[in-house]
Every structure is written in C-alpha cells, then in structure tokens.
C-alpha cells in the first residue's frame, strides 16, 4: 500500500502519512471516511465495513491528536486492504476471552474473529513502522546513542542497558510519532530487539540431559509464527470493531 501511495516513503524513516493515504482512496471512490462521530463510552475506536460500496471506515471523533489515532486508523485500512474481497467466516461473531500459552505468553489464536484482527493488526504495524527504513533509523539512533551504529538492540537485566535501550525506542518512537510501547513490540517481532531481561522464559521448556546440555528445544513460538501466516489467508469478516492496537497487543 506504501509503495503504490508513493515509493519514497520506503526509503527513509519517517512517519506514515495516513491523512494523505486515506484521503487517496476516498479520492478514487474506494472508501468513504468519517471521524466525526463519538462512538460511545466503550472501547470502541473505529471500524471498517468491508462489505459495502464503497468500504466505510469510522473513527471516534475524540481520537485524533491522541497516541490511539494513528494505529487505530492504519489497524482500519488493513481490514480495507485485507478483507474487502473475501468471505465471511461463520464464526466471525464468536468472540471468547483471550487464551495463553502457558509457556510463552503468546495470545492463541482460534476463532476467525482473533485471525481477522491478528491480520489487521500485523498490518498496521508494518504500515507505521516498515521494515527497511525502520533498519536505517535503527543504525542511526543507536549511532547518536552510543557512538558506533548497531543492527540489533540487546535489552539486558542491568539498569544501565534499561536505560540505553529505551533511550532509543524513545528516539525512535518520536521520530515515528508512534508510542514506545508499539516501537518496542516491533522491533521484537523484526528480531531487531533482543530482551534478555528474562531469559528463564525462554529456556523454561528445555529438558537438560546429561551434563547439563539441552536435549530438547521448544521451538513453538517460530511454527507457530509460521502456521499463523499459512492460515491468515483462509479468514475474511465482515465488520470489525476492536480496541486500539496497543490494547490487542
Ligand atoms: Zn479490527
């Protein structure tokens, strides 16, 4: 989608011009838009409806100028980007309480509603912090913070790593206009931040055999990962309405 609004803004870190990006598809007809409704008391930001011509996309009117506005809006136009051609699953409705893996913490996804807004949500993600200027911006702010660039962040349990590390999600994070929070997660999920601060998590379903080495690995987080985007595709909705980005994470 950033590509065909215009290439540059895969180059170089800057924030992504949602105005601009939404405002191209109301211009070709392809999306009506409209944030000047209060959508109520709950936890309803926004919403998109896919399933009419052309797609209708909401947003609380008390959201702009707050940190929810942008992934709000971009978690909207990965529903307009994802789901406006496919079918809706019949169990799209079925909402239950989030389950954990009792090993990693990771949210299982089951029903097609947490598919549907996993997609979304992944989506925009990569909407506000793409890949490859996301990598640049990285050198640069650890470069500013430390005098030599680095590709990876490494978060380790001593307070003075805490402190360097945020300092440069919170460089990054600005420069993004996005929150710490949401730079943090992506930067995990790039491999591009290491936490080490608990390492017993990541170990805590290795069996150790004799003289202590590892005779098993849990490797569920990685399958899972991949299963997760084979299965992607088979999910469609119909309309979303889901709490901001930060708040699914
Ligand atoms: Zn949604």
Redesign the pocket.
Known sequence: MLYAHRPGLLRYPRPTPLDALIKCHVDAGQVVYDESMDLGPGDLRG??DVYVRPVVIRIDCNLRGTPDFSPTLA??L??FALHRETDIPNDYTQVREPRRDLVTGHKILGTSHEW??WQ??RFAQALLLPRKPLKVMLMASTEMAFGVGQDNLHLNPDAPSHRECFGVIRIMAGRYAVTEQLMRYRLQDLGLLQDHRDESKAHVSQILGPRGRPILTCSVPRRQRKSTRRRATAHS?RR???KSLAQAL
Do not use: L, M, P
Request: net charge negative; aromatic share 8%; with cysteine.
């Open positions: 919403y998109c978690h909207e990965g529903h549907v807004e979304a949500n909705t979303h309405r889901h």
